[in-house]
C-alpha cells in the first residue's frame, strides 16, 4: 500500500477494465437466448420452428421488464427471513446512481443489474424446449411472468442473494447450475407432467427439421457461455475469470467427445445432433462446478457428464413423459450431475476455500451441495406445476389438436417458417400491401422528357 | 404413342438427360418424389431414438415418345440410371390416346 492511503481509500473503487469486461460478458450471455432459440428451433419440426424460436425470444421482452420493475429487488436485494429480497431504490432501478458500485465489487450496479438480468432472461427460455409444438403462446407468455416471478427471483435469491439461505449454507453455484439448469429442468418436467404428450409421441416421426440450425444455435451458445461462466466472478483481477473460461472449454470438449463415443458405441453412428447436445450437457455440468474446479477436474466433470445425458435422453421413452427437446435430460440431468460433482472436485481456495471429497474435503461439500440441488429441484418442479396446472384449467395451456396437428407456427403466429410452395409461388396477399406514397409524388404524372407510353 | 415413368435415383438425373437427349428426345417433365421399393428406408438416430424413415427421394421423369421408339428408350433410360446397387428404381410405359401442343394446337405424333 502507498504510504499515505488510509484504509477508508481500500473501498472498492470503479474499475474500467473490469467494467468493460462485464459489460462484454453480458451482452454475451445476451447472445444465449438467440442460440438458445436457434438449438431449440432447429429441433422441431417445420411446422413450429418460429413458434420454438418466439418462445425463447419473447423472455427477452417479458423478463427484461419484470427484472427491471420489481426481479432485480426480488433477488438481490435486502434479504428478508433469508426467502427473498427487497430493496425499494432496485425497484423500477429508479435509486440508483451511475456510479453507484455493487457491494464489495468494482464494478456499477447498473452494470451487475444487467448481467444477472440475462441469466433471468435464458432460464425461462430452457424451460420451453420441453413444451415444444403444443403450447398457446399467451399461455406461455404468462406462464413466463408467472414462473419468473414466483419461482426464478426467489431461487436466484436462495442461491446468489447475499442472505439467501443456499447463499448462507455455502452451496456452491459458480454460475448457475442450480438457480439456472436444474430450476429449468425441474420446471420442465412440472409443467409436462400437467401438459401432457404431443399428438403422436412415440409414433409419429418426429426427427429435427434442421440440424444445421442445432449446430449454429449450440456454437452460439458455447461462444456466449463464456460471458455465463468467465463473467460469473465479476472481474477479472485474479485470475477465477480466466480459470473458469479454460474449464468452460475443456469441460464441453470432453463431454462432446463423451456423448459421440457413447452414441457410435451405443447406435453406431457419431450424430450431428449428439455433438451438440453433448456440448451443452457439458456446458450446463461446468457452469457450476467450474469456479472451483481444476481443468482435469473440468475435463471429468464434462466426460461424466456427456455419457449420462446421452444416456438420460432417452429415458423419456421409457417412461412415457414427453420432454420433447430433452431438457430433462440435458439441463435437470447435466445440471445435477454438475452441481453434486462440486463436492468432489473443488479444489479450495479458488472460488471458495470448500474442498471437495477428492481433495481431503470429505463429504460436507457433497452433502451441501445435494441440500441445493433437492430443494430447488423439489421447489420448481412443484410450484411449475401448479402454475401450469392453474392456467390450463384457466385460460388452457394447450393449442387444439387439429392446431397442433397441422402445424402452432400457422395458428399461433400467422406465420410459416419457410416458403416451400414450388408451383405458383403462393397465394396474393389477401389485403393489398398498401404502395409506398412519398409526400407530393401521388397526384402528378412522372416529370420526364421521355416518352412514355399509358 | 406412349408415356414413359421412370422413378429412379435423384443422382442418376444427369445421365439420363444426356442419354436421352443422345436418342433425340426433345423435352421432358421432372419431379421429386419419395417412395420405397423393397429394400423399405434406411434407419437414422437422434439423441439415441431410433427412426425408420421409409420414404426416400427418388425423381420421376415423364417422356411421351411415338410407339415404335418407347422399347428402346426404355431400354436407354434403364442403362443410364443403373448403378446395381438397391434402389436404383424402376421404369414403365403406358399407352396414350392424345397429346396436343398447347401454343400450335398440334396433336398427335407432330406435338412431341
Given at each position: 500500500m502507498p504510504p499515505g492511503i488510509t484504509l477508508a481509500a481500500e473501498a472498492p473503487q470503479l474499475s474500467a477494465a473490469n467494467t468493460g469486461f462485464m459489460l462484454i460478458c453480458s451482452a454475451l450471455v445476451m447472445l444465449m437466448t438467440p442460440g438458445l432459440a436457434f438449438f431449440y428451433g432447429g429441433m422441431v419440426r417445420v411446422k413450429s420452428t418460429l413458434n420454438m424460436l418466439m418462445m425463447s425470444f419473447i423472455s427477452l421482452g417479458i423478463v427484461t421488464l419484470l427484472w427491471v420493475l420489481y426481479g432485480f429487488s426480488l433477488a438481490f436485494g435486502t434479504d428478508i427471513g433469508s426467502l427473498i429480497g427487497w430493496t425499494p431504490d432496485f425497484v423500477g432501478l429508479?435509486?440508483?446512481?451511475?456510479d453507484q458500485l455493487w457491494d464489495?465489487?468494482?464494478?456499477?450496479v447498473f452494470v451487475f443489474a444487467v448481467f444477472q438480468l440475462m441469466f433471468a432472461v435464458i432460464t425461462p427460455a430452457l424451460i420451453s424446449g420441453a413444451l415444444a409444438d403444443r403450447v398457446k403462446f399467451t399461455a406461455w407468455a404468462l406462464f413466463i411472468t408467472l414462473w419468473a416471478t414466483v419461482v426464478y427471483f426467489p431461487v436466484a435469491h436462495w442461491v446468489w442473494g447475499a442472505g439467501g439461505w443456499l447463499f448462507e449454507m455455502g452451496v456452491i453455484d459458480f454460475a448457475g447450475g442450480t438457480a439456472v439448469h436444474i430450476n429449468a429442468g425441474a420446471a420442465a418436467l412440472g409443467v409436462i407432467l400437467v401438459i401432457?404428450?404431443?399428438?403422436?409421441?412415440?409414433?409419429?416421426?418426429?426427427?429435427?427439421?434442421?440440424l444445421p440450425l442445432v449446430m449454429l444455435g449450440a456454437g452460439l451458445l458455447w461462444f456466449g457461455w463464456f460471458g455465463f461462466n468467465a463473467g460469473s466472478w465479476l472481474g477479472n483481477d485474479d485470475g477465477v475469470g480466466a480459470a473458469m473460461f479454460v474449464n468452460t472449454q475443456v469441460a464441453t470438449a470432453a463431454a462432446m467427445l463423451a456423448w459421440l463415443a457413447y452414441e457410435k458405441i451405443r447406435h453406431g453412428a457419431f450424430t450431428t445432433l449428439g455433438a451438440a447436445s453433448g456440448a451443452v450437457a457439458g456446458l450446463v455440468a461446468i457452469t457450476p462446478s467450474g469456479g472451483s474446479c481444476s481443468p482435469l477436474g473440468a475435463i471429468a466433470i464434462g466426460a461424466v457428464a456427456g455419457l449420462l445425458c446421452a444416456m438420460a435422453v432417452g429415458l423419456k421413452y421409457r417412461f412415457?413423459?414427453?420432454?420433447s427437446l430433452d431438457v430433462v435430460g440435458v439441463h435437470l440431468v447435466g445440471g445435477v450431475i454438475g452441481s453434486l460433482l462440486v463436492g468432489l472436485f473443488?479444489?479450495?481456495?479458488?472460488?471458495?476455500d470448500a474442498k471437495g471429497l477428492f481433495y481431503g474435503g470429505g463429504f460436507e461439500q457433497l452433502g451441501k451441495q445435494a441440500t441445493g440441488v433437492f430443494a430447488v429441484l423439489g421447489y420448481s418442479l412443484v410450484v411449475s406445476a401448479v402454475l401450469a396446472f392453474v392456467l390450463d384449467r384457466t385460460i388452457g395451456m394447450r393449442v387444439g389438436e387439429d392446431d397442433e396437428i397441422s402445424g402452432i407456427d400457422q395458428v399461433e403466429h400467422a406465420e410459416t417458417a419457410y416458403e416451400f410452395s414450388g408451383a405458383g409461388g403462393g397465394t396474393a396477399p389477401r389485403k393489398a400491401p398498401s404502395a409506398p406514397n412519398p409526400a407530393g409524388t401521388a397526384a402528378t404524372a412522372p416529370q420526364t422528357d421521355k416518352k412514355v407510353d399509358v | 404413342m406412349k408415356l414413359i415413368t421412370a422413378v429412379v435415383k435423384p443422382h442418376r438425373l444427369d445421365e439420363i438427360k444426356e442419354a436421352l437427349q443422345a436418342f433425340g428426345i426433345h423435352g421432358l417433365t421432372v419431379t421429386e418424389a419419395s417412395g420405397y421399393g423393397r429394400q423399405r428406408g434406411h434407419t437414422e438416430v437422434y439423441r439415441g431414438a431410433e427412426y425408420t424413415v421409409d420414404l426416400v427421394p427418388k425423381i420421376r421423369i415423364e417422356v411421351l415418345v411415338e410407339d415404335d421408339d418407347a422399347e428402346q428408350l426404355i431400354d436407354v433410360i434403364v442403362k443410364a440410371a443403373r448403378t446395381g446397387k438397391i434402389g436404383d428404381g424402376k421404369v414403365w410405359s403406358v399407352p396414350v390416346d392424345t397429346a396436343v401442343?398447347?401454343?400450335?394446337?398440334e396433336r398427335g405424333p407432330d406435338a412431341l
Open positions: 429508479s435509486g440508483i446512481g451511475r464489495g465489487y468494482t464494478i456499477p401432457g404428450k404431443r399428438v403422436g409421441f412415440k409414433k409419429d416421426l418426429m426427427r429435427p427439421h434442421s412415457g413423459y414427453d420432454d473443488a479444489t479450495g481456495g479458488v472460488q471458495s | 401442343r398447347v401454343r400450335t394446337g
